[in-house]
Every structure is written in C-alpha cells, then in structure tokens.
C-alpha cells in the first residue's frame, strides 16, 4: 500500500517562477478535479507568445479508486499525457481493490494494453489525441495511443 514518507509540499501555479511558467512541459501530480485549475492557471500566467506546452498529469494515488472514474474522464480531457501505474489503473478500472494482494497478472502484455484501451475510450487532450503511459513495475512502461501500442522495458 502506498503511504507518502513526509509531508506534502503543494505548489501552485502562482507560486512558479516566471522562468518555470515559459517551459515546454510540465508534469502536474494531483487529483483530477485540480488538473482543470493547474493548468488554466499556468496557461494564463505564461507568456502568450509561446507555444502551447506539454501537460502530463500524475494522478495522486489517493484518487485511484473506481468512483473517480468521472473526474478522471474531466481531467484527460485538460492534459496531453496521462501517467498512472498499473495498480493504480487496475483499480480505478475496478479490476483491483485497495485490499487486493500482489497480483502478477497485471502486469502482462494483455492486460496492460486492456487498461490503455479502456482510458483511450475518453478524449485525452483538447483534440483526443492523448496518449496514456502505464508505468508496470519491473515491466517498464506500456505507452499508448489509440493508433498505437508499446512496451517500453525496463533497463
């Protein structure tokens, strides 16, 4: 079971230097009802000359629970770039519970793609063109897109 080791330092777009604000990418860990926020408040403090960034959202483990399912849909529409790993996936997907043991079928091929597919189902990015990367433990990583699939090892 996951348990954060300190306590937890929220950082807020408005509290980014400008310099942050004008990067390319930016990786947001939160729940799905702040991915709306975080990043229309980034978009409106960056410099408007730039090009759109790039959003990866990290949902908090915390939010990996099957009736977050609606807020998740809402949250992947904001972002380019959905990053859960597979325990987290499973069990907002109800394939797994919080009391569940070690489970290594998660992690094949079949199943990891499975996961990707049921999330692709929902529009990730403004124009649902989003990709979803599972991160699966000592299997690397799975990345997908609704057009394409790959397992990524670990190295």
Not at 5 to 21: F, R
Not at 38 to 49: E, N, P
Not at 141 to 153: F, G, H, N, W, Y
Request: aromatic share 8%; hydrophobic share 40%; with cysteine.
């Amino acid at each position: 079971m996951f348990e954060y080791q300190a306590p937890l330092i929220e950082t807020k777009p408005v509290d980014m230097p400008i310099s942050y604000l004008n990067s390319r990418i930016f990786h947001i860990i939160c729940y799905p009802i702040e991915v709306s926020q975080y990043v229309t408040d980034i978009l409106r403090l960056r410099d408007k000359q730039l090009p759109s960034p790039i959003f990866i959202w990290e949902p908090t483990p915390e939010c990996a629970l099957k009736g977050y399912m609606q807020s998740w849909i809402e949250a992947m529409k904001m972002v380019d770039i959905i990053l859960p790993n597979h325990e987290e996936i499973a069990e907002l997907l109800g394939l797994i519970s919080k009391d569940y043991k070690k489970n290594e079928n998660l992690l094949t091929n079949e199943i990891l793609i499975h996961m990707a597919d049921k999330l692709l189902e929902h529009q990730i990015g403004l124009n649902g063109n989003g990709c979803v990367i599972i991160r699966a433990s000592r299997e690397g990583c799975l990345v997908a897109t609704k057009e394409r699939k790959e397992i990524i090892p670990t190295y």
